[in-house]
């Protein structure tokens, strides 16, 4: 019977091994495979055990058969105990035994069950059985102590049915093997056996079984709170974001619509929007994992700079919102907007380097603003581009007269998308004389936008929105083919000395395809090269100067005219504007309309003077009065543009006035005399 309920043991074990492999194959947990391996090894202890101590009682009993068996078992027993022990480490420390490690576990095991065959081969044959099935116990009991520690020690307090079932197994099984095997150890060394171990096997089998239960129950209740745990991270991952762990867009709306309900009477809410200034510069130079880490302590500190019952949430890149429930006036959000800002002044520790932001913050209120949450957060909008426009770092209220403002760029930038595929913008021709004679060199190409509602445009209404909004190199693409193919018209039609003048914008030089681009415009307009004549203003040549020596050296390549427009209004290197490229400089118009005051009129000699020093040509733009020109041609200013001599014209116009043979646009009363006494 006794016998019986080994096998019964023996069974169970194995059912218990093939359903931890199950498990393992559809989980994919280490310890699972171990476990599993184990109690293959523990089904093989409990076959080879139970026959080796029957075969013991046998007279004569056959010593190799028993020596076998009882080497087996205990071989099976140091297995088993390794592969318990291997589980048990991932379940209490959550992670894989080293391979290192692994290896000297088994090596030591391997050397215990050498040394133990090897010491049983000194005792006699009926005690060398029950002293290797005694040893394969003791080994047994300490795997299974082992593990119940581990098990009991690992996962959340306190323990779940599951496994505080399967550690309570673990350390009974562990208690009654050492029992059995001190029982054993007696019996060999008293020379006789006892049937009183037998008389336990029934526990054995009732304690694998135990067992067998609480793996299952305990791997039940661990994907229970794995599925509790995954539902509470999409919640969160669904309401907050992923980087600073602030409130998303959906969580913030959804927690001012209620604080909007729950609004007193007499007191209000209040709605930040605050944008990080230049923040994508952080970015690019330290990149986006830094980047990612400042917003975290940008969070951290709007949370520690506000009222604890304040939200703050992110909304985008590096835009954050704060909702301001139950704030009295005006008053108490501004101090309370100058707070975060002062906050957000401080400098930040990023990785032992100090970073020092600063940002610009807008503010709506309910109900004076609205008592929409969209509505709130567009207005607080409005007033954050407003606070940038005065220059950043500061604070705006929202003012219904900026809305107004707001919306009416809004639909001038939507106007300004359509005006190209609807044929809106033209393009004017302004003459460029000779001073001396008055002939046309050139003409200078402007862009006019006729819009269907609002009249003709001129460049100061709407080319700071095509900048503003990355519609400016489509801008000048359309402008630069479009003074091409009507210079080629000009010079077909006898006009080939005139020279065409197009102006370039900061996006437009910036792009690396931009010697490409005009070369593919010369190319397809026909024109000849040294008659067109690019214009980048002062400011924009000076800002890296490095790239734009590269990209105004392609461009002389080409064979074209460069000009810098705007000359005086920026920062000029002397050293780079010598070694610049460049054929022309125009005076800003801004010092033409001082002239003839005595100190513009130095300034101007100074630039002429340094111009030619350096073989330039030089263009006074704006020259509106008589004495404005007389000036500059007596101080060898080389051309002129303005409205004293013409207006900006459509191109039909302004061929009409090229090709029509007039001789000079000089002012009627600059007579015949007067232009031989200035050429001589």
């Not at 090229?658 to 007579?671: D, F, M, Q, T």
Request: proline share 3%; charged share 20%; with cysteine.
């Amino acid at each position: 019977m006794a016998y019986a309920g080994y096998l019964a043991a023996s069974a169970c074990a194995m059912v218990i091994a093939a359903v931890l492999g199950g498990f393992h194959r559809h989980y994919r947990r280490g310890y699972l495979r171990h476990w599993s391996a184990s109690w293959w090894a523990f089904s093989l202890v409990l076959m080879t055990a139970a026959p080796a101590l029957r075969l013991s009682r046998l007279e004569p009993a056959p010593p190799a058969t028993q020596l076998a068996l009882a080497a087996v078992a205990l071989t099976a027993a140091f297995w088993q105990a390794v592969w318990l022990l291997l589980g048990a480490y991932e379940v209490a420390t959550g992670r894989e035994v080293a391979k290192r490690r692994a290896r000297r576990l088994w090596a030591g095991m391997g050397a215990l069950v050498l040394g133990a065959l090897a010491v049983s081969t000194l005792l006699p044959p009926g005690q060398r059985v029950l002293c290797l099935v005694g040893l394969a116990g003791l080994s047994t009991a300490l795997a299974f102590g082992g593990a119940a520690l581990g098990v009991l020690r690992s996962g959340p307090r306190p323990p779940g049915f599951g496994r505080l079932l399967l550690g309570a197994s673990f350390l009974l099984y562990a208690a009654e093997q050492g029992h059995n095997s001190t029982i054993l150890g007696v019996a060999a060394a008293a020379g006789r056996s006892f049937s009183y171990p037998l008389l336990l096997v029934p526990l054995d089998a009732l304690l694998v079984a135990l067992m067998g239960i609480g793996i299952v129950g305990w791997l039940l209740e661990e994907e229970r709170s794995r599925a509790f745990d995954a539902s509470a991270q999409t919640a969160r991952l669904a309401y907050h974001d992923t980087v600073t762990e602030l409130a998303n867009r959906d969580l913030f709306y959804e927690n001012m619509r209620i604080s909007l309900g729950r609004a007193a009477a007499g007191s209000g809410v209040g709605v930040f929007l605050i944008d990080l200034d230049r923040f994508k510069s952080i970015n690019e130079s330290l990149g986006h994992r830094r980047g990612d880490e400042l917003l975290k302590l940008v969070a951290e500190r709007l949370r520690c700079s506000l009222r604890p019952g304040d939200t703050v949430g992110r909304l985008g890149s590096d835009e954050f919102s704060v909702l301001l429930p139950d704030v009295g006036n005006e008053r108490e959000l501004e101090r309370l907007a100058e707070k975060a800002l002062e906050g957000l002044r401080q400098p930040f520790n990023l990785d032992g380097r100090e970073i020092v932001v600063s940002a610009s913050l807008g503010i709506s209120r309910a109900p004076a603003d609205g008592s929409d949450a969209e509505e709130l957060l567009r207005k607080a909008g409005v007033a954050l581009e407003e606070a940038k426009k005065q220059g950043r770092d500061a604070c705006q209220i929202y003012r219904a007269a900026r809305d107004a403002q707001a919306l009416d760029r809004m639909a001038l930038e939507n106007d300004l998308r359509r005006a190209l595929g609807n044929d809106e913008l033209l393009l004017y021709y302004q003459p460029v004389l000779e001073a001396l004679t008055g002939r046309i060199e050139g003409v200078e190409a402007l862009l006019r936008w006729q819009h269907p509602v609002r009249g003709l445009l001129l460049p100061a209404d709407f080319l700071w929105l095509a900048e503003a909004s990355g519609l400016s190199h489509k801008l000048d693409l359309w402008a630069l083919r479009r003074a091409c193919r009507q210079g080629r018209a000009w010079h077909d039609q006898g006009a080939d000395w005139l020279r065409v003048a197009v102006n370039l914008s900061a996006r437009s030089f910036q792009r690396p395809d931009l010697v490409d681009r005009v070369k593919e415009t010369l190319w397809e307009s026909g024109l000849v090269s040294s008659s067109l004549e690019l214009e980048i203003t002062e400011t924009l040549a000076m800002r890296n100067a490095v790239e734009s020596m590269g990209t105004l050296l392609g461009l002389k390549e080409l064979g074209l005219r460069l000009a810098i427009d705007d000359f005086g209004t920026g920062y000029s290197s002397l050293s780079y504007l010598r070694s610049f490229p460049i054929d022309t400089l125009k005076i800003d118009a801004s010092f033409v309309r001082s002239l003839p005051a005595r100190s513009s009129a130095e300034i101007a000699a100074a630039m002429i003077a340094l111009a030619h020093s350096l073989g330039i040509r030089v263009v006074a733009e704006g020259v509106e009065q008589e004495a404005q020109w007389r000036m500059l041609r007596d101080l060898g200013c080389d051309e002129m543009q303005g409205y004293l001599f013409s207006l900006a014209m459509p191109a039909g116009d302004c061929g009409r006035l090229v090709l029509g043979g007039r001789r000079s646009l000089l002012p009627e009363r600059a007579g015949d005399d007067d232009l031989v006494r200035s050429a001589g």
